[in-house]
């Protein structure tokens, strides 16, 4: 079955996620972006030659507003991958289809029937009861920044889906959102101390462009022939990986209610999937 390809996505995003919360202990989150990004724009630029996709735009204002999103939901992320329980970043990070759903009933006009704000309401409880345990320590705000990727990153996958519907190449998009971040988390790392790429380091920044670019490579094919609520459904294995990761290299240990938050995301999660692929722009 096609839609599988998103559980070898989902593995390959909580690798990312591990080589991240690695070189966060050398690296900050933009020089981590910017070496992510980089390596990226290198790949892509070498996959559009190939494909004969042209670098011209004829959506610049959106591709804009697709790099902005995504560099600042990316940083987010990675800032949270730092702070907290790898489970619980990667958990809030995946709130963004519950935003998304937002997005489109505020700027497509799509009508939020009564289950789906039911829906989208058991996913905030779901929040607050992740959130809770964090509320008492040093980690409420690498709790509210977790959860503040996913409301940008909602805005950005409503982007990438606005592109998508008007025919622009997902080459093409990918490249723009990873020029748009290379040069910005560039410009951000002038503003801190840049640290020297050892052996170690280079293998742990190189493991999360290499991940990711495979996990997206894994997700696009799932999404592309796969069943689009499958797929979008199998992306919260995700979750399971990252707390696997969690439990057997930190001890990360959440409680119970912590656990009973995450289940309420998930369950949001695929309920606003399902109504996110009822827009036009998502329809196969």
């Not at 900050?28 to 630029?45: H, K, T």
């Not at 990711?212 to 696009?220: G, K, P």
């Amino acid at each position: 079955m096609q839609s599988l390809w998103m559980v070898a996505a989902s593995l390959l995003f909580a690798c990312m996620g591990v080589c991240v919360k690695l070189a966060a202990t050398r690296y900050s989150a933009p020089e981590i972006v910017f070496y992510r990004s980089a390596i990226s724009l290198l790949l892509m630029i070498g996959v559009m030659r190939l494909s004969g996709i042209g670098f011209a735009t004829p959506q610049p204002r959106i591709q804009a507003f697709r790099g902005a999103s995504g560099f600042v939901s990316l940083l987010m992320y990675f800032y949270a991958i730092a702070m907290l329980p790898l489970a619980t970043a990667v958990t809030l990070n995946y709130t963004s289809p519950i935003f998304l759903a937002i997005y489109f009933a505020a700027f497509s006009g799509m009508r939020l029937s009564r289950g789906m704000i039911a829906a989208l309401l058991t996913g905030f409880v779901g929040v607050i009861l992740l959130l809770r345990p964090t509320l008492q320590s040093e980690q409420l705000l690498g709790g509210l920044v977790a959860l503040g990727s996913g409301i940008v990153s909602g805005l950005a996958y409503f982007n990438v889906r606005e592109l998508g519907a008007r025919g622009e190449p997902e080459a093409r998009t990918v490249f723009y959102f990873s020029l748009f971040a290379t040069i910005c988390s560039a410009a951000w790392m002038l503003l801190y101390e840049f640290h020297p790429v050892d052996l170690r380091g280079g293998l742990l920044l190189f493991g999360v462009a290499g991940f990711a670019t495979l996990a997206q490579l894994c997700m696009t094919r799932a999404y592309k022939h796969g069943k689009p609520i499958v797929t979008a459904s199998l992306a919260y294995t995700a979750i399971v990986f990252a707390s696997l990761f969690g439990m057997l290299l930190w001890e990360e240990v959440l409680a119970p209610g912590a656990w009973f938050g995450i289940a309420l995301i998930v369950i949001s999660g695929i309920a606003a999937s399902r109504v996110s692929r009822a827009n036009p722009a998502e329809q196969d």
